[in-house]
Antibody, heavy 122, light 110 residues
Framework: QITLKESGPTLMKPTQTLTLSCPFS??????????VGWIRQPPGKALEWLAL???????RYTPSLRSRLTVSKDTSKNQVFLTMTNMDPVDTATYYC??????????????WGLGTLVTVSS | QSVLMQPPSVSAAPGQKVTISCSGS????????VSWYQQLPGTAPKLLIY???RRPSGIPDRFSGSKSGTSATLDITGLQTGDEADYYC???????????FGGGTKLTVL
């Protein structure tokens, strides 16, 4: 059974750097076609695709946030991380990590974490 | 403004059929597969359709997806009150080299 669970701070101040971890189980991030993605959702708003790291180590980012985001993985510990610099109140959102299948150019997220609400406020 | 355009809301009566549209461009829907997600209030999204028209195990055949050109649709037949949720389309955008989601459609079952 595949599970993922986001972990990180729930309250941040503007300009701080957010680091979220996503420990997972039930799959290996060395299996071809597999990835772990990050998606966020501001309160009452739509989903926003942020980043994805693939089994190959390749990374993809949404262009509008590319300069602020870093996704990384620790395959031996079955964890994926997302770092977002220079946090702003508009970054207040629920952040999800999710298991991706289908390789490059797919947006197939079949297992999601519960999400973690990150609030940015001074 | 989302790259993929969805109607903000749709509604239909129990037992009826509803269609949710997702409009894009050649850089996204036109040349890539589409996925659809259902998000019940307060929960994480759930994958309903992938590769434009395939259902994951456990998804009822009341949910079906199709794609034509730069648009995709999600059909839900035999509507149930439990289908009330937000629905999102998603696809890869080859110009952005990133995934994109639609703005979401709120389904109300009257």
């Amino acid at each position: 059974q595949i599970t993922l669970k986001e972990s990180g701070p729930t309250l941040m101040k503007p300009t701080q750097t957010l680091t979220l971890s996503c420990p997972f189980s039930g799959f290996s991030l060395t299996t071809g076609g597999v990835g772990v993605g990050w998606i966020r959702q501001p309160p009452g708003k739509a989903l926003e695709w942020l980043a994805l790291i693939y089994w190959s180590g390749d990374e993809r980012y949404t262009p509008s946030l590319r300069s602020r985001l870093t996704v990384s993985k620790d395959t031996s510990k079955n964890q994926v991380f997302l770092t977002m610099t220079n946090m702003d109140p508009v970054d207040t959102a629920t952040y999800y990590c999710a298991h991706s299948f289908g390789g490059y150019r797919s947006v197939n997220f079949d297992y999601w974490g519960l999400g973690t609400l990150v609030t940015v406020s001074s | 403004q989302s790259v993929l355009m969805q109607p903000p809301s749709v509604s239909a009566a129990p037992g009826q059929k509803v269609t949710i549209s997702c409009s894009g461009s050649n850089s996204n829907i036109g040349n890539n597969y589409v996925s659809w997600y259902q998000q019940l209030p307060g929960t994480a999204p759930k994958l309903l359709i992938y590769d434009s028209n395939r259902r994951p195990s456990g998804i009822p055949d009341r949910f079906s997806g199709s794609k034509s050109g730069t648009s995709a649709t999600l059909d839900i037949t035999g509507l149930q009150t439990g289908d009330e949720a937000d629905y999102y389309c998603g696809t890869w955008d080859s110009s952005l080299s990133a995934g994109v989601f639609g703005g979401g459609t709120k389904l109300t079952v009257l």
